[in-house]
C-alpha cells in the first residue's frame, strides 16, 4: 500500500532562517504528491503540489522537487516567518479523484 | 469564497453517549469526507461519500457509521462513544476527479 513518511517535529527556527521538512513516500505507479498546512485553530489547505518527476510546486515563498529516484518531496522555504509557525502534512495520491494518504505531521514554530 | 463548516469546534461527551458530528458544505461538491487527526498519526480516513446516499469505509470506519441525504450535508455518528474516540474530526468535499479537498475547522471532541 501507499504510505508517508514525515520527519517529525516540532522543528523550531528563528524568523528569517531556511526551513526544511523531509518528506518520504512509497507507492506503486506514479503518484502525485502534496503539501498541507493546518494554522492554529484552522483546517487543512493546500500549500502547493506536484504531479509529476522532476516537477516543482511552490506558493507562498515555500518549494517542493519530486523527486522519483530518492521518492522524496522535501519541503524548504529560504527565509521564515513567525506566521509560518503551523503544523505541515505531506501527501500523496495515485491519481486525481482517489483518496490521499496523509504523513504524521510536523509541527514547526518561528519565533521573533 | 468556498466553505466547509462544522457543527461544533470542540464538544464533551460521556461514554456510551451517542454523538452527531454534521458537515456542511456549500460548494456542491459530490465527494465528501471524515477524517480523524491524532498526534503523530496524521489524518486518518473514515468514511468517504461520493455523493447523496453513496457511502465508503475508509481505513478506521469501527465505531463509526456515516449518513449523507443531501449533498451539501455529510453526518458523522458514533453510536456508542468510548474514551479511545477522543480524537479532533475534520471533515472536507471535494468535485469528482479532482485533487485538492477543501477542509473544515475541525470538531475537537473529548469522551470522558
Known amino acids: 500500500g501507499n504510505s508517508v513518511t514525515q520527519m517529525e517535529g516540532p522543528v523550531t527556527l528563528s524568523e528569517e532562517a531556511f526551513l526544511t521538512i523531509n518528506c518520504t513516500y512509497t507507492?506503486?505507479?506514479?503518484?502525485?504528491l502534496f503539501w498541507y498546512v493546518q494554522y492554529p485553530g484552522e483546517g487543512l489547505q493546500l500549500l502547493l503540489k506536484?504531479?509529476?518527476?522532476?516537477d516543482k510546486g511552490s506558493n507562498k515563498g515555500f518549494e517542493a522537487t519530486y523527486r522519483k529516484e530518492t521518492t522524496s518531496f522535501h519541503l524548504e522555504k529560504g527565509s521564515v516567518q513567525v506566521s509560518d509557525s503551523a503544523v505541515y502534512f505531506c501527501a500523496l495520491t495515485a491519481y486525481a479523484g482517489n483518496m490521499l494518504t496523509f504523513g504524521g505531521g510536523t509541527r514547526l514554530m518561528v519565533k521573533p | 469564497d468556498v466553505k466547509v463548516t462544522q457543527s461544533s469546534r470542540y464538544l464533551v461527551k460521556r461514554t456510551g453517549e451517542k454523538v452527531f458530528l454534521e458537515c456542511v458544505q456549500d460548494m456542491d461538491h459530490e465527494n465528501m469526507f471524515w477524517y480523524r487527526q491524532d498526534p503523530g498519526l496524521g489524518l486518518r480516513l473514515i468514511y468517504f461519500s461520493y455523493d447523496v446516499k453513496m457511502k465508503e469505509k475508509g481505513d478506521i470506519p469501527e465505531g463509526y457509521s456515516v449518513s449523507r441525504e443531501k449533498k451539501e450535508r455529510f453526518s458523522l455518528i458514533l453510536e456508542s462513544a468510548s474514551t479511545n474516540q477522543t480524537s479532533m474530526y475534520l471533515c472536507a468535499s471535494r468535485t469528482t476527479l479532482t485533487y485538492e479537498q477543501y477542509f473544515g475547522p475541525g470538531t475537537r471532541l473529548t469522551v470522558t
Open positions: 507507492a506503486t505507479g506514479y503518484p502525485s
Open positions: 506536484a504531479t509529476k518527476a522532476d
